[in-house]
Nanobody, 127 residues
Framework: QVQLVESGGGLVQAGGSLRLSCSASGRTFSMYSMGWFRQAPGKEREFVAAVSWPSSNTYYADFVKGRFTISRDKAEITVYLQMKSLQPVDTAVYYC????????????????????WGQGTQVTVSS
């Protein structure tokens, strides 16, 4: 079992920045990929970004390229999502997820590929 805890969400004005963190505990040695997803009210959960190791491949949804950056602190088993130039459409609950295998681009974007999920952190961007 792996437990994930997200933090760093909050209220920010349009154009602002936030950094989300996802801390893992438990069987962290079995983790090979971690992803960020988001879900706005009334919408399906959608892929945001992911990282797979040991090669540290990163993947991004088209709508966040150039604005969001995913990174990993291997020593602390923490994954970050640096978000800048936030817009009201980015308002959602952001979830991190992990799985015990390397994911390619198509796999990393699929909710169904991940086995463990955090409880989510709310990001609200005001106009």
């Amino acid at each position: 079992q792996v437990q994930l805890v997200e933090s760093g969400g909050g209220l920010v004005q349009a154009g602002g920045s936030l950094r989300l963190s996802c801390s893992a505990s438990g069987r962290t040695f079995s983790m090979y990929s971690m992803g960020w997803f988001r879900q706005a009210p009334g919408k399906e959960r959608e892929f945001v970004a992911a990282v797979s190791w040991p090669s540290s491949n990163t993947y991004y949804a088209d709508f966040v390229k150039g604005r969001f950056t995913i990174s990993r602190d291997k020593a602390e088993i923490t994954v970050y999502l640096q978000m800048k130039s936030l817009q009201p459409v980015d308002t959602a609950v952001y979830y991190c997820a992990t799985v015990d295998r390397f994911l390619d681009t198509a796999q990393a974007m699929s909710v169904k590929q991940y086995d463990y999920w955090g409880q989510g952190t709310q990001v609200t961007v005001s106009s």
